[in-house]
């Protein structure tokens, strides 16, 4: 089974930039996630979603972040405008819809890497 | 609201065992996790256990659960150089909500 596929996987920008990045996440599974990791912490969960709709944005700054999920499948993540304190790896993972005893491994992404200057 | 913690670094002796902690707050979880993350890389499960077990051991790993006072660890027998990175626990709740705790630092002495 093919995995969880991100891009770009670096990406280096000047603040006030903005970028986007995109996600497909394993075939069938119906929720999305993307993590914001900052060197040297743990994964902050920016928003969830099942099939097409949000389950979960409080920690997304929708002042400049923002997410869609079109037809349930692929994700994208913007930033406009992007600022010094956005330079994180930004991971995608994806779970399937029901937990089933066994198989629920959560499925990261190789995650993008964002530089702002 | 939901919390995972976890102590930000463990020292061990190459050989010896090394037992990571973790507790968190959300009485709902139904998996809870153990990820490792070396320097530059991505995520990888380690192994998961589910909440009705008290414990769940795969080869030098053994995970082990006690739900009342909601505490996760990770032992790791024999620890080698290659085990050096860090531990993250992650817990997921009844609504898929995976919540992630701030990572241990394992460093191993020769």
């Known amino acids: 089974e093919a995995g969880v596929a991100q891009s770009p996987r670096y990406k280096i920008i000047e603040k006030r930039q903005s970028v986007a990045f995109w996600c497909n996440p394993i075939?069938?599974?119906?929720?999305l996630y993307w993590y914001q990791q900052i060197l040297g912490q743990g994964p902050k969960l920016l928003i969830q979603?099942?099939?097409?709709?949000?389950?979960?944005d409080s920690q997304l700054p929708k002042d400049r972040f923002s997410a869609e999920r079109l037809k349930g499948v692929d994700s994208t993540l913007k930033i406009q405008p992007a600022k010094l304190e956005d330079s994180a790896v930004y991971l995608c993972?994806?779970?399937?819809?029901?937990?089933?005893?066994?198989?629920?491994?959560?499925?990261f992404g190789a995650g993008s890497r964002l530089t702002v200057l | 609201g939901e919390d995972v913690e976890q102590s930000l670094f463990l020292s061990v002796r190459e050989g010896d065992s090394s037992v990571i902690n973790c507790t968190y707050t959300?009485?709902?979880?139904?998996?809870l996790y153990w990820y490792k993350q070396e320097p530059g890389a991505g995520l990888q499960l380690l192994t998961y256990?589910?909440?009705?077990?008290d414990m769940k051991q795969d080869q030098r790993l053994t995970v082990l659960l006690n739900k009342k006072d909601k505490h996760l660890s990770l032992r790791i027998a024999d620890t080698q150089t290659g085990d050096s990175a860090i531990y993250f626990c992650?817990?997921?709740?009844?609504?898929?909500?995976?919540?992630f705790g701030s990572g241990t630092r394992l460093s191993i002495r020769p």
């Open positions: 979603f099942q099939n097409n709709g949000v389950v979960d």
């Open positions: 075939s069938g599974h119906a929720t």
């Open positions: 256990i589910f909440s009705n077990m």
């Open positions: 993972a994806s779970l399937p819809a029901r937990l089933i005893s066994g198989a629920n491994v959560l499925t």
């Open positions: 959300d009485s709902s979880s139904t998996y």
């Open positions: 992650a817990e997921i709740s009844s609504a898929s909500k995976i919540i």
